[in-house]
C-alpha cells in the first residue's frame, strides 16, 4: 500500500506539473493508477477526481496572475460546461471508433504546425473581442466540451490551439484560459464517475493532493518562464497523445 501510494503520488505530481504547463498530464497520471493494480474505470474515474482538483488550483493560479482573459472566458464557462454535458450523455449511445481515427490526425497536426511555425504562440498579438470573436469562442467551448466529455485525450492541445489561433494569445495565455475550460469540463465527467461509485478515494485523495502541490509548480514555471517553456513542452505532450492514440489503434 505504501509503495502504491508512493508511485501515484510522485506521478500525479509530475503529471500535474507537466498538465499545468501545457496540458496532456493524463498520460502519466492515468498509467500511474493501472500500474498498481487499480481497475481501468476505477482508474478513470480516480484520475478524473485528482486531476480536477489540480486544473482547479493551476486555474485559481493562473487567474492570480492576471493571465486568464475573463471577458471571455466567462462567455465560454457555460457553453464548455454544456458541450461535455452532451458529451458525456452521448459516449454512452455512441461509437468513439471513428473519433479515434480523427483525433489522432487533427493531434498530429497541431503538434507538427506548431512545431515548424517558429513564432506561433510566442508573442500574446491579441488584439480585443468582437462579438463575433465571442461567438466563435463559445462554438469552440462547445464542440471541445463536448469532445472531452465524449472521448478526452488531447483537450488541453486543442483547446491551447485553439486560444493561440482564434485569438492571438501567446502560449502561456492560451494555457491559463485552457485550464479554466478544462476544469470546468472535467466537472461534468466527474459528476458522472462519483454518481457510479467509480473513485477510489483512499488513492485519489493523497494523489489529488501532491497532483495540487505540482500543479502550482508547473503554473509558476509556465508564468515566469513564459512561451518558452510552455511550446516545447507543448508539442511533445502533442506528439506524445498521438503516439498513444496510435499505439490503441494500431
Same mark, same amino acid.
Given at each position: 500500500m505504501l509503495l502504491d501510494l508512493t508511485i501515484i503520488c510522485t506521478l500525479g505530481f509530475?503529471?500535474?506539473?507537466?498538465?499545468? *504547463?501545457? @496540458? @496532456?498530464? /493524463?498520460? *502519466? =497520471?492515468? #498509467?500511474?493508477? +493501472?500500474?498498481? /493494480?487499480? #481497475? #481501468?474505470?476505477?482508474?478513470? @474515474?480516480?484520475?478524473?477526481?485528482?486531476? %480536477?482538483?489540480? %486544473? &482547479?488550483? =493551476?486555474?485559481?493560479?493562473?487567474?492570480? %496572475? @492576471?493571465?486568464?482573459?475573463? #471577458?471571455?472566458?466567462?462567455?465560454?464557462? !457555460?457553453? !464548455?460546461?454544456? /458541450?461535455?454535458?452532451l458529451g458525456a450523455w452521448a459516449v454512452l449511445r455512441v461509437s468513439s471508433d471513428f473519433l479515434n481515427k480523427a483525433v489522432l490526425f487533427l493531434i498530429l497536426l497541431v503538434g507538427i504546425y506548431t512545431l515548424v511555425h517558429n513564432n506561433l504562440g510566442m508573442e500574446n498579438k491579441f488584439k480585443g473581442l468582437s462579438r463575433s470573436k465571442i461567438l466563435l469562442g463559445c462554438l469552440f467551448a462547445v464542440i471541445l466540451g463536448f469532445y472531452d466529455g465524449f472521448f478526452g485525450p488531447g483537450t488541453g492541445s486543442f483547446l491551447i490551439f485553439s486560444f493561440i489561433a482564434l485569438f492571438g494569445f501567446d502560449f502561456v495565455a492560451a494555457s491559463a484560459n485552457s485550464k479554466v475550460l478544462n476544469f470546468t469540463s472535467n466537472i461534468a465527467s466527474l459528476m458522472m464517475f462519483a454518481w457510479n461509485g467509480k473513485i477510489v478515494y483512499s488513492y485519489g485523495i493523497p494523489m489529488a493532493i501532491f497532483m495540487i502541490f505540482g500543479s502550482y509548480v508547473g503554473t509558476r514555471l509556465a508564468i515566469h518562464? /513564459?512561451?518558452? &517553456?510552455?511550446?516545447?513542452?507543448?508539442? *511533445?505532450? =502533442? +506528439?506524445?497523445?498521438? !503516439?498513444? &492514440?496510435m499505439f490503441q489503434y494500431f
Open positions: 509530475i503529471a500535474a506539473m507537466v498538465d499545468a *504547463i501545457a @496540458g @496532456g498530464g /493524463g498520460l *502519466i =497520471s492515468l #498509467p500511474a493508477l +493501472l500500474m498498481v /493494480g487499480v #481497475p #481501468p474505470h476505477l482508474a478513470l @474515474g480516480t484520475n478524473k477526481f485528482a486531476a %480536477s482538483l489540480a %486544473s &482547479l488550483n =493551476s486555474s485559481i493560479t493562473f487567474a492570480r %496572475s @492576471g493571465k486568464v482573459h475573463f #471577458p471571455l472566458v466567462k462567455w465560454q464557462i !457555460t457553453f !464548455t460546461l454544456i /458541450g461535455a454535458l518562464r /513564459g512561451a518558452a &517553456l510552455v511550446k516545447p513542452v507543448f508539442v *511533445i505532450m =502533442s +506528439l506524445l497523445v498521438a !503516439t498513444k &492514440l
